[in-house]
């Protein structure tokens, strides 16, 4: 059964940065998608990242190209999201997730397997 630790989220002010990290364990294969997805209260969820265990390849929403980084240690089955020059706007409860095998669209979307419980993240001056 996977199980997920996630943390790093908190409030930080606009153009600020943080760091989540999320610690997943029991995978059932060598290949999968592992990324965040975001939901704000009153919107929809929204895809942020998603990275593939087979060949590290990204994709990444437009809404976050160039200010957010996803990055592994495998050794340690930690995922890491950079987040900088936060905006309002990216003021949300992130999720980390796990889907097999690869980060097909409804991955993108948002929509994977498993996922964490969530951590806040505030933008706020």
């Known amino acids: 059964q996977l199980q997920f630790v996630e943390s790093g989220g908190g409030l930080v002010q606009p153009g600020g940065s943080l760091r989540l990290s999320c610690a997943a364990s029991?995978?059932?294969?060598?290949?999968?998608?592992i990324g965040w997805f975001r939901q704000a209260p009153g919107k929809e969820r929204e895809g942020v990242v998603c990275?593939?265990?087979?060949?590290?390849?990204?994709n990444y929403a437009d809404s976050v190209k160039g200010r957010f980084t996803i990055s592994r240690d495998n050794a340690k089955n930690t995922v890491y999201l950079q987040m900088n020059s936060l905006k309002p706007e990216d003021t949300a409860v992130y999720y980390c997730?796990?889907?097999?095998?690869?980060?097909?669209?409804?991955?993108?979307?948002?929509?994977?397997?498993?996922w964490g419980q969530g951590t806040q993240v505030t933008v706020s001056s």
């Open positions: 997730g796990v889907s097999y095998p690869i980060c097909t669209t409804v991955v993108l979307g948002g929509w994977y397997d498993y």
């Open positions: 990275i593939e265990s087979r060949d590290g390849s990204t």
């Open positions: 029991g995978f059932t294969t060598d290949y999968y998608a």
